[in-house]
Structures are given as structure tokens and as C-alpha cells.
């Protein structure tokens, strides 16, 4: 069985850094289409940065420089660095891809696999 597992979350204050990972477990071969979110305590969730096949990426406007997308194929695993946090970045942060994986010896995607998420809190 496959999992996305966020890591990294934490209370830290204004200006300081953190960096999120996604570690995806089980016989993984590829892992794309890559999506990190947030949701805000009584707010919906938003979109925070995306990796899809080739490498392109996007922000949303309130992350772009201060947020980066990346991954390591060797580790199976995606990061989100987020540096100069603000108090409005706090929110539960959850990773979604899709996951190509290995079973009986048969391949097959799992699309949309989401992480339990993880908490960042930002304090001023």
C-alpha cells in the first residue's frame, strides 16, 4: 500500500524557516504532478505550490519567493522550503500526487494520494 507522509511542520516565528517533506512509502517508481496545499484554521483550503512533469512549477502570489517546490526521485520524496514565514502562512499543509507504483509485478498510478498534513505555526 502506498503513503504520502508530510513531515517537518512546527512553531516558529516571523522571518524564520521551515521545510516540509513528503515522503511517498511502498514500491514507488515515479512520483508526479506533485501539489502542496494549506488550509488555514475556518478558511478553505488554497493551493501553495505545484511540480508537474517537466519540471514547471507555480506559486500561489502570496508564496512566490518565499516558497519553493522541489524533489529528490532517489528518496521519493518532495520538499517545500519556506523561508521568511509569515503569521498568515499557519495552517495545516498537505501534499498531493499522483504515484507510480509497483505491485505483484504489475505497474500502476494512484492518482490523488494525499498526506495526513502537517501543522505550521507562525508567530509574530
Known amino acids: 500500500q502506498v503513503h504520502l507522509v508530510e513531515s517537518g511542520g512546527g512553531l516558529v516565528r516571523a522571518g524564520e524557516s521551515l521545510r516540509l517533506s513528503c515522503a511517498a512509502s511502498?514500491?514507488?517508481?515515479?512520483?508526479?504532478?506533485i501539489v502542496w496545499f494549506r488550509q488555514a484554521a475556518g478558511k478553505q483550503r488554497e493551493l501553495v505550490a505545484g511540480?508537474?512533469?517537466?519540471?514547471?512549477?507555480n506559486y500561489a502570489d502570496s508564496v512566490k519567493g518565499r516558497f519553493t517546490i522541489s524533489r529528490d526521485n532517489a528518496k521519493n520524496t518532495v520538499y517545500l522550503q519556506m523561508n521568511s514565514l509569515k503569521p498568515e502562512d499557519t495552517a495545516v499543509y498537505y501534499c498531493?500526487?499522483?504515484?507510480?507504483?509497483?505491485?505483484?509485478?504489475?505497474?500502476?498510478?494512484?492518482?490523488?494520494?494525499w498526506g495526513q498534513g502537517t501543522q505550521v505555526t507562525v508567530s509574530s
Open positions: 511502498g514500491n514507488i517508481l515515479s512520483i508526479n504532478n
Open positions: 511540480l508537474v512533469s517537466g519540471g514547471r512549477t
Open positions: 498531493k500526487a499522483d504515484v507510480l507504483v509497483v505491485a505483484g509485478g504489475t505497474e500502476r498510478w494512484e492518482f490523488d494520494l
